[in-house]
């Protein structure tokens, strides 16, 4: 699986051919990309598959891009169970009950980051699953500032149902699913505030 979420770096998004849709179908022995978050030279892939006893399991992978902008081989963070079916719309909705976005799974890892003083010693960073509605077109991500300040604000497109978001320490945002109406965009339902703490 570690080349499926390399090349899926290397793209910057997942790759056509195996990328995520709405509703998400999982057929057996296929590896799909639900999602890529890529931070700086920091990169995430969210992949899913169809385990023997037909339950949808979630892979996480992790690479630092070098200086010369080659993405390491992707390491292994964890994985487990996706507890729903989202194999049609209907299902994602259930999920959901009424929310237009909601976290369906958390976790943190001690990964190599680059940002301390010897560049070794690792950081937890934090990653939510993002179950998103199928009537949202995009999510809005608003970066707050340590300081008080205006936020950074960042679009991504939604290609599937499960979206991934990470972290690093100190960093939150603020995220709201978003419709497209003509040339404007328009936020509807919840919004999600996220924070990983300094630790």
Known sequence: MADIAETALR???PPTDLAATRPLAVPADTVIVADVWISGDLGFVLLLHRRDDDLIAEELYYSVRR?????ECPDHLGGGIVGTELGTSAMAEDALAG???SV??????LV?????????????VRAWELLVSGG?????????????????????????????LVLL???????????????????????????????
Do not use: C, K
């Open 11 to 13: 793209l910057g998004h």
């Open 67 to 71: 200086a010369d902008g080659v993405w």
């Open 99 to 101: 929310a237009s976005v």
């Open 104 to 109: 369906v799974a958390e976790s943190e890892s």
């Open 112 to 124: 190599h980051t680059g940002r301390g003083s010897d560049g070794d010693e690792g950081e937890l």
């Open 136 to 164: 949202a077109d995009l999510i809005e991500i608003e970066r707050f500032p340590p300081a008080p300040g205006t936020p950074a604000i960042s679009r991504r497109d939604v290609t599937g149902p499960l979206m991934l």
């Open 169 to 199: 320490p100190g960093e939150r945002v603020r995220v709201s699913p978003m419709r497209r109406e003509n040339s404007s965009f328009t936020r509807f339902g919840d919004v999600l505030d996220l924070h990983n703490p300094e630790q």
